[in-house]
């Protein structure tokens, strides 16, 4: 066999992972009811539609989604858009939910742990390599790059990173390199991030994304699931461990398996962990040339999505026009005499008529009243926005009612709503 075929049997040799169970804290109210990975983004998909596209697209059809918090709204989309894979040509997107199968008072308690206690699913799939990933980023990545950038090197693991201003690393997993892009160092949120080899002022940060060689991972989980002082973690345990015994770990930089628009010399990759950055990434989607190509047929994002009508804007009124400027509107909207600007609303959003829409992010099912004027927004799944609400020009009384960021994004849920009557 030739080399380079071997190279393209790497993704059949290949088991994907998705860690999809963290809460996501930080998006406050919007993960209340639903695992971060399963938030709506980019008016028709689900944060975790990237990771398994990404899977997809990349070969690997061999897919685990591990989950654990509020874990039914993921459930539930995985089953209605990733079900369709081919049982027969061993391909498959497969949640497994916490089980508890270790001990049965013993939920996950790292990245790792939950990947040791489905050992023996993942097993039973033999594989020659395993890739780990996080199912709450937004990128496009070809994962079969990077695991030939793993068997290529040689090394016993690789972890994916991606450059970032040395100062703003101080929130990841920070990697420190020699000349030959192995890793030397491992530290986790450092208040002084090292710099690169190449560039002092920018540092590598972990993407959370892992190649193992098989046989190796499970003996590194094992040993690690006997230690009483790990916190069986990938990036505080696993990955540091391996560095301190002198394992080959390799660091693979998102700019060699990234997916470009034309023209783009960046790599994208957004943690949308926060209101402020969930808002940025979705209104970004707004603009004229965004960073996120979602339209790339070579590369699509796959997803599910309701048979629903195409939207629809009605009144041509000069007082009551429904119109949408620079914005994305997906099917099942009604724009009735509101006007739209520089938003992002997700499917069966209705405008009313009066109404007044700016920078603002809808999610899905939700009524914008009359007279309502939304500025610098994130409006969660079935608000009923009231008559006459005025969100983004009063910060006091927007802090009052609402979640306001220090940045001045407002996030308005159901909840909040039922407060004001």
């Given at each position: 066999m030739s080399e380079e075929a071997r190279y393209w049997l790497l993704p059949k040799q290949t088991v994907a992972i998705v860690l999809a169970g963290g809460r996501g804290s930080r998006l406050m109210k919007l993960t209340d009811r639903r695992a971060k990975p399963a938030v709506p983004f980019g008016g028709k998909f689900r944060i975790v539609d990237f990771t398994?596209?990404?899977?997809?697209?990349?070969?690997?059809?061999?897919?685990?989604?591990?989950?654990?918090?509020?874990?039914?709204?993921?459930?539930?989309?995985?089953?209605?858009?990733?079900?369709?894979?081919?049982a027969e040509m061993r391909e498959f997107v497969e949640a497994i939910p916490a089980q508890q199968r270790i001990d049965e008072t013993m939920w996950y308690r790292g990245t790792a742990d939950a990947i040791w206690q489905n050992l023996d699913i993942l097993q039973d799939q033999?594989?020659?390599?395993?890739?780990?990933?996080?199912?709450?980023?937004?990128?496009?990545?070809?994962?079969?790059?990077?695991?030939?950038?793993?068997v290529e090197s040689g090394a016993d693991a690789t972890v994916g990173c991606i450059e970032v201003p040395r100062m703003d690393a101080t929130a990841f997993g920070v990697i420190a390199i020699d000349e030959r892009n192995r890793v030397t160092g491992f530290l986790e949120k450092p208040a002084d991030p090292p710099g690169t080899p190449d560039d002092p002022d920018l540092a590598l940060a972990s993407m959370g994304i892992y190649v193992f060689n098989a046989q190796l991972l499970y003996e590194l989980l094992s040993e690690d699931a006997n230690n009483p002082n790990s916190a069986h973690d990938f990036g505080k345990d696993i990955i540091p461990s391996m560095v301190r015994s002198n394992r080959e770990v390799l660091a693979h930089s998102l700019r060699k398996s990234a997916i470009?628009?034309?023209?783009?010399?960046?790599?994208?990759?957004?943690?949308v962990g926060t209101v402020d950055a969930y808002w940025a990434a979705n209104i970004d989607l707004t603009t004229v040339t965004p960073e996120l190509d979602l339209y790339d047929q070579q590369w699509p994002i796959y997803t599910h999505q309701l048979q629903l009508p195409s939207a629809k804007f009605v009144f041509d009124d000069e007082e009551r026009r429904g119109q949408a400027l620079d914005s994305?509107?997906?099917?099942?909207?009604?724009?009735?005499?509101?006007?739209?600007?520089?938003?992002?609303l997700f499917s069966q959003v209705r405008v009313n008529s009066y109404s007044e829409l700016q920078n603002a992010v809808v999610l899905p099912e939700c009524d914008i009243g009359r007279h309502a004027r939304?500025?610098?927004?994130?409006?969660?799944?079935?608000?009923?926005?009231?008559?006459?609400?005025?969100?983004?020009?009063?910060?006091?009384?927007?802090?009052?009612?609402?979640?306001?960021?220090?940045?001045?994004?407002?996030?308005?849920?159901?909840?909040?709503?039922?407060?004001?009557?």
């Open positions: 398994l596209s990404n899977c997809v697209n990349s070969g690997i059809r061999r897919i685990y989604v591990l989950t654990q918090y509020k874990a039914h709204s993921l459930l539930r989309h995985l089953q209605a858009g990733w079900g369709y894979m081919r033999a594989p020659e390599y395993v890739v780990v990933l996080a199912g709450d980023h937004v990128y496009k990545m070809d994962y079969a790059a990077m695991v030939r950038d793993h470009y628009n034309e023209g783009q010399t960046e790599p994208y990759w957004r943690d994305l509107v997906s099917g099942g909207c009604i724009i009735s005499g509101g006007q739209v600007r520089q938003s992002l939304l500025t610098n927004v994130v409006v969660d799944k079935r608000c009923r926005i009231p008559e006459g609400l005025v969100v983004g020009e009063d910060p006091e009384l927007d802090a009052e009612r609402f979640y306001r960021t220090e940045n001045g994004i407002v996030l308005i849920t159901p909840d909040m709503l039922a407060r004001l009557d």
